[in-house]
């Protein structure tokens, strides 16, 4: 353990069945178009489930791997290198600096173009004297309002990419959807989807009639919207065995026939602290927000909101102790929780408490915690801490 952290904690575990499962459902989907690839998000430190940990799995079962931040694409090249895995396309969605331009061109990782401040860097990048050019990905904003470029810019891109041809490769084209998962009537996304393709047509076109991959869906467009599937399929959180949203899931079932089933990755659980009975009149945690009506034996965990542990689930959550569900007890902490474990663990000292996943025929998901917290399943999983430790199993 690093410094500054409780040797005794919560710890994560990763299924490597369940991610190879929803890689398959996937490829099943994939398979629909010859040619069609797989694409993983691991952004978010693989949305928190250790992208460490998960890169292996990942890269076995996908042909393209999706970083946010160039140190993460470098990561996996150096993992490539270590353990002798065949290359991977890798993409950086995020922004990258002008000083990362270059070792991303050595190590052939492609970069998202998406905003004409890069006209500065074309210098920069040819005076480090690249091995090749650098691929990009044009970005454009079909209508998420976030980066990108509008058709109005096109004529500017692309003579940006004419006047460095021998700095910038143009390789693909992308954009993002604003709310395919938020709805089960998909009218605005058909409509980024016509802009995408006329976008991407005026700029094959304006290249010189090249070919570029195209590439929109995410986890639900992949799965509900096969009109934006097109070269490959950018998925997240569906990957990690999590639904985009319960709209999503009702999609499916329309358009797929039936919803497929997504194995959860994740477990998180906790070995207790302490065990102890408290007396009836007895107070747990800040603000005396829970007071014992009679004698409860409590599990105190050695985790909390620092783990990221949501603190709005207080008063709301429960956790598994021996396949039973255990009420939390008064507020969540920045170190601690309170279970009640008097109906599952009346006689134990110590108890492992499951926080997301199944234990016997009872399951946590991530989902639940997320409606516990107002908030929704991505958030959950991406905040979990990166000191935690993560077994894969
Ligand atoms: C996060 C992200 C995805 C993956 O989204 P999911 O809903 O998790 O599948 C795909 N593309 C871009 C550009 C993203 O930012």
Known sequence: MRPGYPEQASFIELSAKALRHNARVFRGIAAARPGQRLGAVIKGNAYGHGFEELLPLVHEAADVLYVIAAQDALRARERERAAQWPQREVLV????????????????????????????????????????????????????????????????????????????????????????????EQGYALQQVATFERGAATLEAALGGVTLQRHMAASAA???????????????????????????RLSARVVLGEAPVLEPVLAWR?????????????????????????RTRIAVLPMGYFDGYPRLASGKAYALVNGRRCPLLGRVMMNHLVLDVTGAARDADEVLATLIGADADEAISADTVAGWADTINYEVVSRLGPHLERRVV
């Open 93 to 184: 969605l995020g922004a990258v600096g002008p000083r990362e331009l270059a070792e991303l061109a050595r190590e052939r990782v492609a970069v998202v173009l998406s905003d004409l401040s890069w006209l500065r860097f074309a210098a920069e990048l040819r005076a480090s004297r690249p091995p090749g050019p650098l691929e990009v990905h044009v970005h454009l904003d079909s209508g998420l309002g976030r980066e990108g470029f509008s058709e109005a810019e096109l004529p500017k891109v692309v003579e940006l990419l004419k006047a460095n041809a021998d700095v910038f490769r143009p390789a693909g084209v992308l954009s993002h959807f604003a709310n395919v998962e938020d709805v089960t």
């Open 222 to 248: 992949s799965l509900v919207l096969p009109q934006a599937r097109f070269d490959v399929l950018r998925v997240g959180i569906a990957l990690y065995g999590l639904w985009p949203s319960a709209q999503t």
């Open 270 to 294: 906790c070995q207790s602290q302490a065990v102890k009975w408290l007396e009836a009149g007895a107070y747990v945690g800040y603000g005396c927000t829970w007071r014992a009506t009679e």
